[in-house]
């Protein structure tokens, strides 16, 4: 999109709106199906997205009713949108239009989607097996965010399956609760297969019933057992609730020893990256 300083009359002729840029956008339909759309128009003060109707079609344009407020509109035959009647107006809810960076609103561009903003800002490794021959950037936000240490070398025992071990840590409080309001979260990451889940919660007392689910959910799903779990020495899961429910189960409890998170590094790794794409995605979102 290029600036623009374009004034745009209201229906009443009282109020002009001013565009601030100009260019081409994507629009998606609820079937991934896309179409490009010449010299939008940026309108900060519009709250919702406005489409002209003869700038949608070359050769045919229909709108059929499947009922008194669901409709489907047809663009030359080979596009089709579902759209909503509200005052009059065909809302296209299930579509989505895509723009470049404007503002303080973030859009993706057109012709190349950033997926490395897109997806939390990952590592170029784990970005080429998505999008193979994706090219490195360098990313101003990544610099800002993420910082290195020097590699430990831990010395954990191999595992042969999913739930053999698993590592557990918990991280907060956060100043600011989550809708749900919750001021933590559980990290639990299988040793075998990296696979991470994450649970919030709105006190350190609910890991206990947390870790209970966990374990049902998994063992459920994998048809195996949970056997080992790797842990800080922490009053959340070195206490006697935690070592009866380990007992009953038949479940090794390990303690990393204290002041040493390294020592459980595959919980700490992980919640590096779920804090460093959370302030990407603030940083990127001007929050």
Known sequence: MSPTNLKISTGNDQNILE????????????????????????????????????RLFKHTFSISMKNDYLA??????????????DNN???????????????????????????????GHPHHNYLSKIFPGSKEI???????????????????????????????????????????????????????????????????????????LFKTEAEKQTQKSLKVIISDGGGKFNNQEFTEFCSDSGIIHHFSPPYTPQNNGMAERANKSIIENARCLMIQSKL
């Open 19 to 54: 565009a601030k840029d100009i260019g081409t956008a994507q629009l998606i339909n609820d079937q991934g199906k896309k179409i490009l759309l010449q010299y939008v128009l940026f309108v900060p003060k519009l709250n919702r997205n406005l489409l002209s109707l003869p």
């Open 72 to 85: 489907v509109v047809d663009i030359d035959g080979d596009f089709k949108l579902s759209a909503h009647t």
């Open 89 to 119: 107006l065909l809302e296209l809810k299930n579509s989505s239009l895509f723009a470049i960076n404007s503002g303080a609103s973030y859009f993706s561009c057109v012709s190349e989607i950033d997926w490395h903003s897109r997806l």
């Open 138 to 212: 360098e990313c101003e936000i990544c610099m800002i965010s993420k910082m290195k240490h020097q590699p430990f070398e831990s010395h954990l025992k191999t595992v042969s399956s999913v739930l053999e071990s698993v590592h557990m840590d918990v991280v907060g409080p956060f100043a600011t609760q989550s809708i749900s309001g919750a001021s933590y979260f559980l990290t639990i990451i299988g040793e075998f297969s990296g696979f991470k889940t994450i649970m919030f919660l709105k006190n350190k007392s609910d890991v206990i019933s947390k870790v209970k």
